[in-house]
């Protein structure tokens, strides 16, 4: 089973700050790679598919970017509505997510 | 419009069999290319990939739970059903279904339930 490690597993952060997020995949998994933002008591929210596609209706401060083994997302100027938790998934092989990344300020 | 949503029993005793409900509206299972999967989150834990059915019957599983998971689906009534067998309290979670989506040949969770909380334990 392929595993993601997700670093770092919490971040603070302030209004205006970019952060970066990072997911490494055991094994190479190409593009396969989606990234969710959750917030508390709701779904995830699927913002970043095939590595750096913006799913529709996604503001274009979320970036995604990788392939192989290594991938990073990316919050360009981050907003208040982005304190949330983001979790990369893997769909190469027998689907798996990372452990996720808490953005907290 | 996509919406899906969970239903099943909120408590189990350990050892029981669950057995949730996914009813969906704005698309068909029988449509080539959708899927339907099921994801769980203990409570202030992340996310954990369980099953996923196809349009063409291809079922796919969690390694970990293969063995203790029966996917089942009912396109006529627009729903996918979820066994997992022997529950232990481990398995208290919440426990998601989601709209497949796919681009050539990715594919991602682009529509979710609310989710629905099941706790084990006698």
Do not use: N
């Given at each position: 089973e392929?595993?993601?490690?997700?670093?770092?597993?919490?971040?603070?952060?302030?209004?205006?700050?970019?952060?970066?997020?990072?997911?490494r995949a055991s094994q190479s998994i190409s593009s396969y790679l989606n990234w969710y933002q959750q917030k508390p008591g709701q779904a995830p929210k699927l913002?970043?598919?095939?590595?750096?596609?913006?799913?529709?209706?996604?503001?274009?401060?979320?970036?995604?970017?990788?392939?192989g083994t290594e991938f990073t997302f990316t919050i360009t100027s981050l907003e208040p509505e982005d304190f949330a938790t983001y979790y990369c998934?893997?769909?190469?092989?027998?689907?798996?997510?990372?452990?996720?990344?808490?953005v907290e300020i | 419009?996509?919406?899906?949503?969970?239903?099943?029993p909120a408590l189990v005793k350990p050892t029981q069999t669950l057995t949730l409900t996914c009813t969906f509206?704005?698309?068909s299972l029988s449509t080539s290319g959708v899927g339907v999967g099921w994801i769980?989150?203990?409570?202030?834990?992340?996310?954990?990939?369980?099953?996923?059915?196809?349009?063409?019957?291809?079922?796919?599983y969690s390694p970990s739970l293969k063995s203790r998971l029966t996917l089942t689906k009912d396109?006529?009534?627009n729903q996918v059903v979820l066994t997992m067998t022997n529950m232990d309290p481990v398995d208290t979670a919440t426990y998601y279904c989601a709209h497949l989506q796919t681009s050539?040949?990715?594919?991602?969770?682009?529509?979710?339930?609310?989710?629905?909380?099941?706790?084990?334990?006698?």
């Open positions: 392929i595993q993601m490690t997700q670093s770092p597993s919490s971040v603070s952060a302030s209004v205006g700050d970019r952060v970066t997020i990072t997911c913002l970043i598919y095939a590595a750096s596609s913006l799913q529709s209706g996604v503001p274009s401060r979320f970036s995604g970017s990788g392939s998934q893997q769909t190469y092989s027998t689907w798996t997510f990372g452990q996720g990344t808490k | 419009q996509i919406t899906l949503k969970e239903s099943g509206s704005g698309f769980r989150q203990p409570p202030g834990k992340a996310l954990e990939w369980l099953a996923l059915t196809y349009w063409d019957d291809d079922r796919r396109t006529s009534k050539g040949w990715h594919s991602s969770f682009d529509y979710w339930g609310q989710g629905t909380l099941v706790t084990v334990s006698s």
